[in-house]
């Protein structure tokens, strides 16, 4: 029995600019499979070969599987849908599979626009991957389907979806088999090594209303870290892996544990270089912890800055955000770390002014990388329900952080493009002659020079946020812009959208909209048990979690809540959830799926 997975040849002028990353998925899955006696698995990643739809038909066929896997996120699912096409066409016979997290919501649009799909595989790959392989090789395949959970597909004109699977509880059991991969195209470009995307911890304890990953993963879930350095060193050793990303949405939240992978990094002395994406929050609650966290290894961190500042909540406490903000900035710097901060730009009610403070911000706080993304509105995201109408381009392929999906009402997109270049051409020209030249020396510098290099590279190559692929050339070309939106891609009916996963969630109030802060996520903690602190309620039930505050008095409409209609007033948001004497109480989190 043969598994063929295929990565679809998508690109986009984003975080690939950075070099080549190994698609992990491929190796959870490799890895779970081969665990069950299933070990004729065989990868093409024509992403990072640039493999085109010719030669891929080609290898299909000389290998003549008997299940297709192909991975999709949402902008890369028509290439996705087309690789399966193709498979079906050159080995009829094979059984097509589609997993990812734009299957998992989207399956009713995905199996009526692409029926050679044979199944959807909702949520985590290896448990279902395994049931449904061991189902193909023993024969029992279709039949079988109606009894593997986590599975969506059509029979007679219809679409049936199996309940859902449960999440992998055990995520020691899965051993990655990261030898599926072609190593040495893995390229990290800032330090010319190998890189890897290891998983410490699976899911996000919070829920915001414009993030799809708290969908996708349901649970928080967090490894051993003795076994995730176990798995690093011999990312290390086995494939001269030289640097690494955690791939995980929020590692430090439980701090215990990743003080613990911190120090088992010194023990064990592994000496590579990695990097995380992470909230604010955590930064100013780790501030003695930092140089800690330096010495294991930690050279990069991407803070979601300013996310909900520009999501316009209203309620936003700005001043002690903004502060907030700058303060987490400078500890990373002092601990000599390089900080990244991110702002999500361009929903409607953007306008020439709050890009220009952006810029300001990103001045003033003085990361050594800025980056600007395009508000990207997922379509099984909660904000993207309250948008509405307001959204009105559905051609997924541009869902991609890099293009204007929401057209401001002040401006078009080719101008919000145009005042996005100009914050990050302003931005990093003022680094490279101002501040990467005294970056000290050490790994520090190192890295912020192999940073403005790989920036230089994309540029140079056009790939640098696909301004090749629109014509842009600098503010004299934004006449000519061309986004190319597939016009005839349509929004989904609501209901074939499965959104609501969590149950008890009101939608996003003015409460929570003071509450959003750093990326996306609240001021919440959890404490060294892992136990989610009261503002973490929302996991449950967003709306407890607005109870509680209000109690607390900390949703920023005043103590004892003298709010009009349920909305809060305009004033700022006390920064804690302690005030009015309330103590932060351990709250039980679950995140029990209706639908995915
Ligand atoms: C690493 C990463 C990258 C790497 C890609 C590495 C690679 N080659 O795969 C880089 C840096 C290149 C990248 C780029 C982009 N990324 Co990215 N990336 C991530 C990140 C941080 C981790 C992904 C990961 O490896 N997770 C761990 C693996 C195990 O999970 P997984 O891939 O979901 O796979 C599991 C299941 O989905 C399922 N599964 C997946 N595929 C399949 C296939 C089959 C057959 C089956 C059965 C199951 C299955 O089983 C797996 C195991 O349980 C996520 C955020 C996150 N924390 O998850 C964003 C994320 C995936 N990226 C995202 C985006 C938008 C992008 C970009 C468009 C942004 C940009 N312009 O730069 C580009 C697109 C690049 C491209 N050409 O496809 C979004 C996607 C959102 C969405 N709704 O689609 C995410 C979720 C981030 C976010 N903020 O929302 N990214
Ligand atoms: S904190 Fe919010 S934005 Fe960040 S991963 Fe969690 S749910 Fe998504």
Request: hydrophobic share 35%; charged share 25%.
């Given at each position: 029995m043969r598994v063929l997975f295929i990565h679809p040849n998508y690109h986009s002028g984003g975080a690939e600019i950075a070099?080549?990353?190994?698609?992990?998925?491929?190796?959870?899955?490799?890895?779970?499979?081969?665990?069950?006696?299933?070990?004729?698995?065989?990868?093409?990643?024509?992403?990072?070969?640039?493999?085109?739809?010719?030669?891929?038909?080609?290898?299909?066929?000389?290998?003549?599987?008997?299940?297709?896997?192909?991975?999709?996120?949402?902008?890369?699912?028509?290439?996705?849908?087309?690789?399966?096409?193709?498979?079906?066409?050159?080995?009829?016979?094979?059984?097509?599979?589609?997993?990812?997290?734009?299957?998992t919501f989207m399956y009713r649009q995905v199996l009526s626009e692409a029926p050679y799909i044979d199944a959807i595989v909702r949520g985590e790959?290896?448990?279902?991957?395994?049931?449904?392989?061991?189902?193909?090789?023993?024969?029992?395949?279709?039949?079988?389907?109606?009894?593997?959970?986590?599975?969506a597909y059509v029979v007679d004109g219809k679409v049936i979806a199996t309940p859902a699977a449960p999440t992998v509880k055990n995520l020691e059991a899965i051993k990655a088999d990261w030898s599926i991969l072609d190593w040495p195209k893995y390229q990290y470009i800032p330090l010319g090594v190998r890189v890897a995307i290891p998983n410490m911890a699976r899911g996000c304890p919070f829920t915001c209303s414009f993030c799809s990953q708290w969908k996708f993963w349901r649970d928080y879930r967090i490894r051993d870290p003795k076994a995730v350095v176990d798995e690093i060193i011999e990312l290390r050793d086995k494939h001269q892996v030289g640097f690494f990303i955690l791939a995980d949405e929020e590692p430090t939240i439980n701090r215990k544990k990743f003080v613990a992978f911190c120090e088992e990094l010194i023990k064990r002395d592994v000496g590579l270089l990695w990097g995380i994406n992470t909230r604010v929050t955590d930064?100013?609650?780790?501030?003695?912890?930092?140089?800690?966290?330096?010495?294991?290894?930690?050279?990069?961190?991407?803070?979601?800055?300013?996310?909900?500042?520009?999501l316009k909540l209203d309620l936003f406490n700005k001043e002690t955000t903004v502060a907030q903000n700058k303060k987490a900035v400078q500890l990373l710097r002092d601990a000599g770390i390089v900080v990244e901060a991110q702002f999500i730009v361009g929903l409607e009610n953007e306008t020439a002014e709050t890009l220009e403070e952006t810029y300001r911000?990103?001045?003033?706080?003085?990361?050594?990388?800025?980056?600007?993304?395009?508000?990207?509105?997922?379509?099984?995201?909660?904000?993207?329900?309250?948008?509405?109408?307001?959204?009105?381009?559905?051609?997924?392929?541009?869902?991609?952080?890099?293009?204007?999906i929401m057209k401001p009402d002040s401006m078009d997109r080719a101008e919000l493009l145009d005042r996005v270049m100009n914050n990050y051409r302003r931005f990093y020209m003022k680094k490279a002659l101002f501040s990467y030249p005294f970056a000290g020396t050490g790994d520090?510098?190192?890295?912020?020079?192999?940073?403005?290099?790989?920036?230089?590279?994309?540029?140079?190559?056009?790939?640098?946020?696909?301004?090749?692929?629109?014509?842009?050339?600098?503010?004299?070309?934004?006449?000519?812009?061309?986004?190319?939106?597939?016009?005839?891609?349509?929004?989904?009916?609501?209901?074939?959208?499965?959104?609501?996963?969590?149950?008890?969630?009101?939608?996003?109030?003015?409460?929570e909209a003071a509450l959003a802060m750093a990326c996306g996520g609240g001021k919440e903690q959890m404490d060294d048990d892992g136990v989610p602190l009261m503002g973490a309620a929302m996991h449950g039930s967003k709306q407890q979690m607005a109870d509680h505050v209000h109690e607390a008095g900390a949703c920023g409409?005043?103590?004892?809540?003298?709010?009009?209609?349920?909305?809060?007033?305009?004033?700022?948001?006390?920064?804690?959830?302690?005030?009015?004497?309330?103590?932060?109480?351990?709250?039980?989190?679950?995140?029990?799926?209706?639908?995915?």
């Open positions: 070099g080549n990353w190994p698609p992990a998925w491929v190796a959870y899955l490799a890895g779970a499979l081969k665990a069950n006696g299933i070990d004729d698995v065989h990868f093409i990643d024509s992403m990072t070969h640039d493999i085109g739809d010719d030669r891929l038909r080609e290898m299909i066929e000389e290998l003549q599987p008997d299940i297709v896997g192909v991975t999709a996120i949402t902008p890369s699912i028509y290439k996705a849908e087309n690789v399966l096409k193709m498979a079906k066409d050159v080995c009829p016979r094979a059984v097509t599979v589609l997993g990812g997290i734009h299957g790959g290896e448990e279902i991957m395994v049931e449904l392989a061991k189902a193909v090789a023993e024969g029992r395949w279709p039949e079988a389907r109606a009894s593997i959970k986590g599975l930064i100013l609650r780790d501030e003695k912890l930092l140089p800690l966290y330096r010495k294991a290894g930690l050279i990069h961190v991407s803070l979601g800055t300013e996310a909900a500042a520009q911000m990103a001045c003033d706080w003085k990361p050594d990388l800025a980056n600007w993304s395009m508000y990207t509105p997922w379509p099984f995201s909660d904000l993207f329900k309250e948008l509405g109408d307001k959204v009105e381009v559905f051609d997924y392929e541009k869902y991609n952080f890099v293009t204007p520090r510098r190192k890295y912020l020079w192999g940073c403005l290099k790989a920036f230089l590279k994309a540029g140079f190559e056009r790939k640098f946020y696909d301004l090749g692929k629109v014509d842009y050339w600098g503010p004299q070309s934004k006449k000519k812009v061309h986004f190319n939106f597939d016009t005839t891609r349509q929004r989904a009916n609501d209901e074939d959208v499965e959104w609501q996963v969590t149950h008890n969630r009101k939608t996003n109030t003015m409460h409409c005043g103590s004892g809540c003298d709010c009009e209609d349920g909305k809060a007033k305009s004033g700022p948001p006390k920064t804690t959830f302690t005030v009015g004497g309330a103590k932060p109480q351990p709250i039980k989190v679950t995140h029990e799926s209706a639908g995915v």
